[in-house]
């Protein structure tokens, strides 16, 4: 076992087949691919690398997921029918039960941030005890970032 609490990797990392669900893509051969970078403890977080070759296709999000584009673009239309590009820089977030149509024009690498959410009884019983923590003097600082994070101000 690792006793390191400290991993460190790059986006050079080497990439698996990651096929997309054949009914969902609407136009062309993506290819995608992706590698696991980290998971949590408890499962409900993981982070991983992800790239995928031109095409059109739906995404359908069973969990929560943050994306920041690395490299390249991609148009995504939501179920509304708003289309926004997102191009590198570029930060996403999909909500467990959203779906998402995905036009990538060439190319495009992201790392993603995915998050199982909690059933609602846990969700509960985390607010009551951040709120009580605050109450008591505990929390966090103003900003709401844990205290690794908090610049002291």
């Not at 490299?71 to 029918?81: C, L, P, Q």
């Not at 997102?86 to 977030?93: H, L, M, Q, Y």
């Amino acid at each position: 076992m690792n006793d390191s609490v400290i991993v460190h990797g790059n986006t050079s990392v080497a990439l698996n087949p990651a096929p997309i669900h054949p009914d969902w893509i609407l136009e062309g051969s993506p290819v995608a691919r992706a590698q696991l970078l980290s998971s949590s403890a408890d499962g409900t977080a993981h982070t991983l690398i992800w790239d995928c070759t031109a095409g059109r296709f739906n995404w359908f999000y069973s969990i929560d997921e943050t994306v920041c584009v690395l490299e390249g673009s991609v148009t995504i239309k939501d179920a509304a029918g708003n289309s926004r590009r997102a191009s590198a820089g570029d930060t996403i977030f999909f909500p467990v039960g959203s779906h998402a149509e995905w036009t990538v024009d060439n190319y495009i690498r992201k790392i993603a941030f995915c998050r199982t959410a909690l059933p609602l009884p846990i969700v509960l019983a985390l607010r009551l005890r951040r709120r009580l923590k605050r109450l008591i003097g505990g929390g966090t600082k103003g900003d709401g970032a844990p205290g690794m994070f908090n610049t002291g101000t």
